[in-house]
């Protein structure tokens, strides 16, 4: 599918930078003219996503996060959160809703919820390399 | 965050957005609130808020525990659907009372 628009956004895994992301990736989709619904459903995905990184692949330490951007042709928005942390060793389970390795203030949820608000959800991993991301989300509206 | 106490009810009103980020100063203060007020229930009103995600469940589960380790219950209201609808995800509904 021919890509329309495309951005790459870098930025430090500090927890302030949990809401620059969700605005930065709505003010990108937001040129799909997407639905209010599509655009909170986007917010709160990436929220999930950025804050995986900073919370369990750099624990809460330095590294980057790589969001990277598509808009296809068909109005489909591709979302993907990259990290170069820890990794996660068994994807699957770690995808179970309220699964968490991270104790009493983490509820196990981001990955159902991501998976939820979205068409569909990818998750690649390497223990010590890290992890990958991918949120689709189709969207009503028409393209600018 | 706005405390308010009526009798042994203390109500906290959450404004704004709730990520791990903002998380952290919130779930400082409710438990101060629920140390230092020692109410009987803690009524978390959402109203207020404009985004949550997964961190939100997260506050409210810490609250229910440590309100429980003090004797106290815990109120969940004012959420929007959507907010409510990942709050349900947890399980939640059957320690804390949703209005
Ligand atoms: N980017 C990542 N790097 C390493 N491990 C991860 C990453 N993302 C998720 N995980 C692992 O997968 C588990 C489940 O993630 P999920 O987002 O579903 O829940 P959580 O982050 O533990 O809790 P919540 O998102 O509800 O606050 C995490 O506890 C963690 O062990
Ligand atoms: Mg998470």
Request: proline share 2%; net charge positive.
């Amino acid at each position: 599918m021919k890509k329309i628009n495309h951005c790459k956004i870098t930025i430090p895994a500090k927890s302030v930078n949990e809401g620059y992301a969700r605005a930065a990736v709505a003010a990108f989709a937001a040129l799909a003219d997407p639905t209010l619904e599509e655009l909170s459903d986007i917010r709160t995905a990436v929220s999930e996503a950025v804050t995986n990184c900073i919370v369990h692949a750099y624990h809460e330490k330095a590294g980057l996060i790589y969001i990277d951007l598509t808009l296809t042709e068909d109005n489909t928005l591709k979302i993907r959160v990259k990290d170069k942390g820890c990794g996660i060793a068994d994807i699957a389970q770690a995808r179970q809703p309220l699964f968490t390795t991270a104790g009493e203030e983490r509820s196990g949820l981001g990955f159902t919820v991501m998976a939820s608000f979205s068409d569909k959800l990818a998750v690649r991993s390497a223990v010590g390399k890290g992890t990958t991301v991918t949120i689709t989300k189709r969207l009503q509206g028409r393209p600018a | 965050m706005e405390i308010t106490q009526q009798g042994n009810t203390v109500t906290l009103l959450l404004t704004g957005e709730i990520d791990h980020h903002t998380a952290k100063g919130l779930r400082q203060a409710a438990d101060d609130a629920l140390i230092t007020r020692r109410p009987e229930e803690l009524v978390l009103d959402f109203s207020g808020v404009t985004f949550m995600d997964s961190s939100g469940v997260g506050l409210v589960m810490g609250r229910y525990k440590t309100a429980r380790s003090l004797g106290c219950g815990v109120t969940v209201k004012g959420l929007r659907p959507r907010d409510e609808k990942i709050m349900r995800l947890s399980g939640l509904s059957a320690l804390v009372t949703f209005i």
